[in-house]
């Protein structure tokens, strides 16, 4: 009996590759490996279904250091498949939150979203990890990880969470968004920062943007002019001159879109690429540099 493909890669760029779910109809989120001279990174570790550190083990033999774009689950849900990780300081509470992933839900999770072909081979075997302790260190703004023959730094643009970051490969010219910067950048989270930090946040990836051509992020890819869609699109937002689009978010509530969306659809009626949910009391608000500790 074949082996279940929890996993498939593409090559996307010398020593990199873009991981995703194979097992499934459709793959949620996507991982990059990126392999240096001394060791090589490891983007995100998506929900959970696999064992990705093995998987990496096919594609390279050099030890794996892993580093989460943000503390989302379908973007931290395999960590607990590794003894530590790298996230940016102001999302390592959030990462907190995932104490208590027992690898029974994982693996039920699995069998609801197989392929029918290999729904009755699933096990709860070393595929699924329960969370267990594990180091988590923390990245601040300007941080390099050194491969050794190529550096990937961390450019901090906090907005969909508060510690989101982009990963800039200076080899190849890839920036790695996570969920920073895309078609459907969700803004509407408790942890969200207020519209005008993550403009502010943005025009810091604006800095960088001669350094990279491609934005590979954790369920889109596009090239490096989204950043301008982003401003331009924000701004709007900030004047209260957007579309002010109402749709239902994604935990429930109301929620506005900057741009137009065609009826029921995902793309922007106008053609541009860039979009965001977002609630209008957070546009303005501040104290966004600081942590606001509350009862719950
Ligand atoms: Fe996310």
Redo the contacts with the bound molecule.
């Keep these: 009996m074949a082996a279940i493909p929890y996993f498939k890669a593409e090559k996307i760029a010398d020593g990199s590759w873009m991981i995703k779910n194979a097992f499934v109809d459709q793959s949620y989120a996507i991982c990059y490996l990126i392999e240096g001279r001394d060791f090589a990174l490891l983007i995100d570790s998506i929900i959970g279904l696999g064992n990705l550190k093995a998987f990496c083990g096919t594609l390279t033999d050099k030890p794996v250091k892993l580093v989460n ?2 503390a ?1 689950s ?2 931290v849900g395999g960590n607990f498949h590794f003894d530590e990780c790298w996230i940016h300081h102001r999302d390592i509470g959030f990462f907190q939150t995932c104490i208590g992933i027992r690898k029974e839900q994982l693996f039920e999770m699995a069998k609801q979203t197989s392929l029918p072909e290999y729904r009755d081979q699933i096990e709860p075997d070393d595929n699924f990890a329960d969370w267990n302790p594990m180091k988590v260190f923390p990245l601040y703004d300007g941080d390099v990880f050194d491969l050794g023959d190529r550096t990937i730094e961390v450019v901090e643009v906090g907005g ?2 508060a510690g ?1 970051i982009v990963l800039i490969d200076h080899k190849t010219r890839i920036a790695y968004t ?2 920073a910067c895309n078609g459907n950048t ?1 803004l509407e989270f408790s942890n969200s920062l207020p519209i005008i930090s993550y403009m502010r946040n943005l025009l810091h990836l604006k800095e960088h943007q001669q350094e990279f051509d491609q934005m590979y992020g ?1 369920h889109e890819t596009f090239d490096a002019s989204l950043v301008d869609e982003a401003i331009e699109t924000v701004a709007k937002v900030i004047a209260g001159t957007d579309d002010r689009c109402e749709r239902t978010g994604i935990l429930g509530g109301p929620v506005l879109y900057a741009a137009e969306k065609v009826m029921d659809g995902y793309e922007r009626v106008d053609g541009k690429r860039f979009n965001m949910s977002y609630i209008p009391s957070k546009v303005l608000s501040g104290g966004e540099t600081r942590q606001v500790i509350r009862a719950e």
């Design positions: 774009t943000h989302h379908d973007h969909h969470t989101s996570g969920d969700l954790g």
